[in-house]
């Protein structure tokens, strides 16, 4: 996005958090760190902080919430429900070709989860590290460039959706 852009969605963001006094230093600093942003991703990632949080948001929030919106990254609840439904069925296919799904059940054996008469205590392990993965795999692509840049199909979709 252009600076311009990104100095609007600052502008946004200021008139929907009143309370939140910006200096002018504070305003570039906004818009430097957010100008690698895919506008349509950056302004979804805003109108859904502003419709769902009470506290104007810090630029790695922003910048975090660009990263769900393009990256495929189950939830780590989402993640576990894949990871039993691929237990039951005896389907390590259906995690294989997620890296952060295969990892975490890695830590503990897809075939000893299978075979584990109580396989409670291994899905925690496997919960907890799929949750740290999930963080790492979020941090990493928050801070490369372009973290929130769409291709042409992914930008048509987001616009068709949305609701603004």
């Known amino acids: 996005m252009t600076k311009q852009e990104a100095l609007k969605l600052v502008a946004i963001l200021e008139m929907a958090y009143p309370r939140q ?10 818009a430097r760190f957010l100008q690698d942003l895919d506008y349509k991703v950056a302004e979804r990632a805003i109108q859904n ?23 495929n990254l189950p939830s780590t609840e989402e993640a576990m429900e894949i990871i039993r439904s691929a237990v039951q069925r005896y389907d390590y296919g259906a995690i294989r ?16 989860i299978g075979y584990s008469e109580y396989p409670e205590p291994l899905y925690r ?40």
């Open 21 to 30: 006094d910006l200096r002018e230093q504070t305003v570039e600093v906004y």
């Open 49 to 71: 902080h502003i419709r769902n949080e009470k506290w104007f948001p810090t630029i790695a929030e922003i910048r975090e919430a660009c990263v769900e919106l393009v990256h």
């Open 97 to 112: 070709d997620n890296d952060l799904l295969r990892q975490a059940v890695a830590t503990v054996g897809f075939e000893k």
């Open 125 to 164: 392990q496997v919960k907890e590290a799929y949750d740290n993965l999930r963080k790492q795999e979020i941090k990493r692509l928050q801070s490369t460039p372009a973290v929130g840049m769409l291709g042409a199909e992914e930008r048509l979709a987001l616009i068709k959706g949305d609701p603004a």
